[in-house]
């Protein structure tokens, strides 16, 4: 798949590695920030696709140094390929402190385990080449240790498995309802439930969001399409609120 370039502006580059799976693999965006000359490359994906990726990183940072590695969750579709890319650079991978002691179990060397840091569950501040990068909690949406990341340069979003959306053939969104038939399913059963939605809505509301990129489907670019998926978010029962409805005892 070609890069979809996203934001690109002097020193300051955001780009899509749109898809490098296939057969029954889920899609799975991968998504790079540079700034100043260093990079961060977020939820790298696993082994099926680490060396496509990796080849095609090292080309968009056309010299600058990868700096981090940012892991939303835990899911495998994030984290599998880790220790290939802590073993292949000088990255920092972080990911939320109650799933640190989780990845090893995918095969992480013990020569790289101090550059795999924990972020604390009320998120952080990264530096990138002197730009600070947002980390927001979004925990149980769906992951129990869940978090987005806030670039104020692009004012891109990054949003995880939150907008997720499987089987349409475009990249960006047009028409919010038309999409909804992609998207909506899949939140109704994988995100936590209506309160860890609310609490993020009140955590990015005020932010000067252009773009939301989920890491699986089509983004929403444009403050009408972000103001409405934030609004459908906000009031979208799913997860435990459905509980009976999974399983089966409201029939």
Known sequence: MPNSILFDEGSHRNVLL?????????????????????????????????????TETTMLLRGSKLKYLFLSHQDPDIIAAANGWLMTTDATAYISSIWVRFVP????DRLVEDRL?????????????????????????HS??????????????????LGASLGMDYIFVEDFDE?????????????????????????????D?????????ALFKGKELVQKFISYMEQLKCGVDLIEEFSGLNR
């Open 18 to 54: 749109e898809d490098f799976g296939h057969g029954l693999a889920v899609q799975a965006n991968q998504h790079v920030i540079v700034h100043n000359g260093e990079g961060m490359i977020l939820d790298p994906g696993g082994h099926k696709v680490y060396s496509k990726v990796l």
């Open 105 to 108: 179990h995918f095969g992480l």
């Open 117 to 141: 840091l924990p972020i604390p569950d009320q998120g952080m501040t990264l530096e990138l080449g002197g730009l600070p990068l947002q980390i927001i909690p979004a925990h149980f949406l």
């Open 144 to 161: 129990c240790g869940n978090f987005h990341i806030y670039d104020p340069v692009s004012k891109i979003l990054y949003t995880g498995d």
């Open 179 to 207: 999409h909804l038939q992609y998207m909506e399913g899949f939140h109704r059963r994988y995100m936590g439930g209506n309160a860890a939605l609310r609490v993020w809505a009140s955590l990015i509301r005020d932010l």
């Open 209 to 217: 969001i252009e773009m939301i990129a989920p890491q699986h489907g």
